[in-house]
């Protein structure tokens, strides 16, 4: 079964008079533990689409089906549930919260979801393990490195199990060393069964995924999955 | 979001920014603290009359000679209109009255007092035995004046405590031949030290029986009668009595004025609640105004934290958990404001009590509770549109400002 289904999907921007479309007649299907990087130039509707994708944008037309389920016609608090339970966000510019230390960052979201001290604890220190962070446990963000402070990262995201990973140029703000360390760890979580989706300018770590695509005036201008083999 | 984790959340992030937090808590504290302090001193005035008046006796009703206020012009009062002076026999006749348990007649006047080759000038009351409780003094050497008929007055005389000072100095006063004017009078009790009371300065008088007075001034009329009510319940019985019984002995005319010292209290009170109540509104005016102070630092914390909101948005907070994290954290600056105000205002209160140790400045109860109350509610209030302003903010766009 598919995680995602996007049909027809537009999203119109108004930037002054003129109308942007950032979003054309948009139809997509990633299936469940895919790799996909979705690439293009600035402009070609890539993070509109990651944004749809997370349920922090909602689209002027089209559906968009996850897990089976039409989440553009619920309710923004039944939309903040399924970005608790079934997103992860990574980001270029890691969006830690920066008087947090880094075991408190990555319980946020199981804070947010009102999840037990107890329980968070537990799994924060199994966390902190699995990322090789253990003794960074009560450094702030400051106190971090680039690649500490994404692995952080990437920690908070998957704290809730999310069925879905979505990284908006995860390595953008790391050395080359650094960042593959963090592309290694992602395509780890893809291997244990977690669907990734990276948004990335850079060809190299697009090419390491297994489906590519490539946008353009906000449509699909390539998709490796129907590429004439 | 768990209460215990919306409390914490919001803790961290007030002291995140510590000098904004700080200045916020100051506002607020500077507010209750003016409505502390402010209060106190209103209440503390009332209170020092209240027991200023209240030291002049209890259940007190006095009489003076003459009609105040005035009922339009009468011509039968143009006939008549000299008032009867009060007199001892007026005074005397008030003990039958039921509702009274003490009459004390009041003759006043000055005369020169000397012993010893030293002169000086006193007040002069003339009273009997009974004046002395009436007016709470206080005898601390020998005794009051003796029970004896009002109209055969004794040769003795209860002095103030300055006057014994002044004329014998470490030597024993009570026993002692003092002049009086040109009579020769013997000093039977020295009152207690009590300061200043309502314009008689009580260390500075003599005290002498009322017919010695009226034959020195060469009088026989009364300056006041004191008249001292059974229990406060009957304090206007005793007024309506008092008033019945001089209105016979006057053939019928009302030329007497009688006044409760309940009255003047209950005016003094009233007037000075009021003037308390009115201070505390101008100090809640400071309140109102740390309020808006709390809401314009809690907006620059919603633009401040744009990006985290976005980001909180992002993990899967609803709405509802990130106004109530912006909310729990206004009224977490006005609470803690709100305490440190009352404990300096508490601290200022304390400070005029040692400055002024006359004055009970106590602020009210209600003030304290109004002040503090006031301030948590001001919090609250002026943190709701900053709150929803974040829980309101576009998560695309919030992401974006980081």
Do not use: C
Request: aromatic share 4%; glycine share 10%.
């Amino acid at each position: 079964m598919a995680l995602i289904e996007l049909a027809g999907i537009e999203r119109v921007f108004q930037l002054g008079d003129s109308e942007v479309h950032a979003l054309t007649a948009l139809d997509l299907s990633i299936g469940t533990g895919e790799y996909v990087a979705v690439m293009g130039p600035s402009g070609s509707g890539k993070s509109t689409l990651l944004n749809l994708l997370g349920l922090l944008d909602r689209p002027n037309a089209g559906t968009y089906r996850l897990e089976g389920r039409d989440v553009t016609t619920l309710s923004p608090d039944e939309q903040a549930r399924v970005r608790s339970e079934r997103i992860g966000f990574v980001f270029q510019s890691f969006h830690l919260v920066p008087r947090l230390t880094a075991a408190e960052n990555i319980a946020l979201p199981m804070t947010l979801a009102g999840i037990p001290l107890k329980e968070r604890n537990a799994r924060v220190t199994k966390a902190l393990a699995g990322f090789g962070l253990e003794n960074r446990a009560d450094h702030r963000p400051d106190q971090l490195s680039g690649g500490q402070r994404q692995r952080v990262a990437i920690a908070r995201a998957t704290i809730m199990q999310p069925a879905l990973i979505l990284a908006d140029e995860p390595t953008g703000n790391l050395d080359r060393h650094t960042g593959e360390e963090v592309v290694n760890l992602l395509e780890g979580l893809n291997a244990s069964g977690v669907t990734l989706i990276v948004v990335t300018h850079d060809p190299t770590m697009g090419a390491r995924a297994r489906r590519q695509i490539v946008m353009e005036d906000g449509r699909v201008d390539q998709d490796s999955a129907h590429a004439p083999a | 979001m768990r209460l215990p984790d919306t409390l914490r959340f919001a803790r961290d992030a007030a002291t995140g920014y510590p000098l904004r937090t700080a200045l916020s808590v100051l506002a607020m504290s500077i507010g209750v603290a003016a409505v502390v302090i402010l209060t106190a001193l209103g209440d503390g005035a009332r209170r020092y009359v209240v027991g200023q008046f209240s030291s002049i006796g209890t259940n007190l009703v006095i009489v003076l000679p003459g009609r105040s206020g005035t009922g339009g012009f009468n011509p039968a009062n143009a006939i008549t209109t000299t008032p009867r002076d009060l007199t001892v026999d007026d005074a005397g006749s008030l003990r039958r009255v039921p509702a009274v348990s003490r009459v004390a007649p009041l003759a006043v006047g000055t005369s020169e007092i000397s012993f010893g080759g030293k002169l000086r000038e006193v007040m002069v009351a003339g009273s009997t035995a009974e004046f002395i409780p009436i007016r709470n003094f206080t005898v601390v050497q020998g005794h009051g004046l003796p029970e004896e008929d009002w109209n055969r007055g004794s040769s003795v005389a209860v002095i103030g405590n300055k006057i014994r000072e002044e004329l014998f100095g470490n030597a024993p006063a009570v026993g002692q031949l003092i002049r009086l004017g040109d009579r020769r009078l013997r000093v039977v009790g020295v009152l207690k030290p009590l300061g200043q009371g309502l314009g008689m300065n009580t260390d500075e008088l003599v005290i002498v029986p009322v017919s010695l007075a009226q034959a020195m001034f060469n009088s026989n009329t009364l300056f006041r009668i004191l008249v001292e009510a059974r229990s406060r319940e009957a304090i206007p019985e005793a007024k309506a009595q008092v008033m019945e019984i001089l209105k016979q002995r006057h053939r019928g005319e009302e030329d007497v004025t009688v006044i409760t010292q309940d009255a003047i209290l209950a005016t003094f009170d009233k007037l000075l609640g009021a003037l308390t109540l009115g201070v505390a509104g101008i100090a809640a005016i400071s309140l109102a105004v740390a309020g808006i102070l709390v809401m314009n630092v809690m907006l620059v914390a919603v633009t401040q934290r744009t990006g985290e909101i976005g980001l909180l948005k992002a993990l899967g907070a609803t709405a509802r958990t990130i106004r109530l994290a912006f909310l729990a954290e206004a009224a977490m600056l006005s609470s803690v404001g709100a305490v440190v105000g009352y404990l300096l205002g508490q601290l200022g209160a304390f400070a005029l009590r040692q400055a002024f140790p006359v004055f009970p400045a106590y602020p009210p109860d209600w003030a304290v509770i109004a002040g503090l109350s006031t301030a948590l509610a001001t919090g609250l209030l002026f943190g709701v549109m900053p709150a929803r302003r974040a829980a309101r903010l576009d998560p695309v766009q919030a992401l974006m400002k980081h």
